[in-house]
């Protein structure tokens, strides 16, 4: 978007479409231009599938190796291992699973139904397993104190799945922000989670990530990156401790 005013008026649009497709009934699965996901136009997809997009395109372009870093005494470091496939296995693919989290109204079943309909009618991240949508009960800000209790059963339920071998990807866009707090602590608690996510003041450009590495100076645990989405590369550097 050429500035902030044209973002919010298109989001606008966008928002009244969805709601009319919802008041409607309407398929609004059977309107989606696959175009858009081949060809990288992410601002005309809903932030759920730009953002998954994105996530895509990055993890095609992730190395194995762990990158390396020289300190102010001259010593070398690991700053911590990046966990991949095999070279011969997709990036995401056979054992690969997407779970929607949606609340439990009938506008957020609707969108989750949605989201899942496109991604497994138009095959857009083949052999990955599409789960049914998983519902959170209160997950409405407009009730607070039931609010509170969705997250709380959230963060049960993340407890109770994680197993240590598993790889796990946090991705809030398009999510209430106190998800995203959830799932940083998330990545602060457990191994191999890492959260991702698209901010729309990049206009589609770039995506954040941020994960942790719990060894050496604590001050040093927290890392983040950018991802250029265009041509998946690190910027600036990868793996760079937040200060």
Request: proline share 5%; hydrophobic share 35%.
């Amino acid at each position: 978007m050429k500035d902030e005013q044209e973002r919010m008026e298109y989001e606008l649009v966008c928002n009244s479409k969805l709601k009319q497709a919802f008041v409607d009934k309407k398929e609004l699965h059977k309107d989606f231009e696959r175009f858009a996901w081949d060809e990288l136009y992410l601002k005309d997809l809903p932030a759920e599938l730009a953002s998954l997009r994105a996530i895509q395109l990055c993890l095609e372009d992730i190395e194995s190796k762990p990158h390396l870093r020289v300190d102010d005494k001259g010593s070398i470091s690991s700053l911590h291992t990046r966990r991949r496939k095999p070279e011969n296995e997709l990036p995401l693919g056979e054992n690969d699973r997407i779970i929607l989290l949606h609340s439990d109204n009938e506008e957020g079943r609707y969108c989750a139904m949605t989201i899942s309909k496109i991604l497994e009618d138009y095959d857009l991240l083949p052999r990955v397993q599409i789960c049914d949508p998983w519902e959170v009960r209160g997950l409405d800000p407009n009730d607070l104190y039931q609010f509170e209790k969705a997250l709380k059963n959230i963060w049960k339920d993340l407890v109770s799945k994680f197993d240590g071998s598993n790889e796990y990807i946090f991705n809030p866009t398009g999510g209430y922000k106190a998800l995203s707090i959830l799932f940083g602590a998330a990545a602060y608690h457990f191994s191999k989670v890492r959260v991702f996510y698209l901010h729309e003041n990049t206009n589609y450009n770039e995506i954040s990530e941020i994960w942790f590495n719990s060894t050496g100076d604590p001050s040093e645990w927290l890392n983040a990156c950018t991802h250029d989405i265009k041509t998946p590369k690190f910027k600036p550097s990868f793996g760079s401790p937040i200060l």
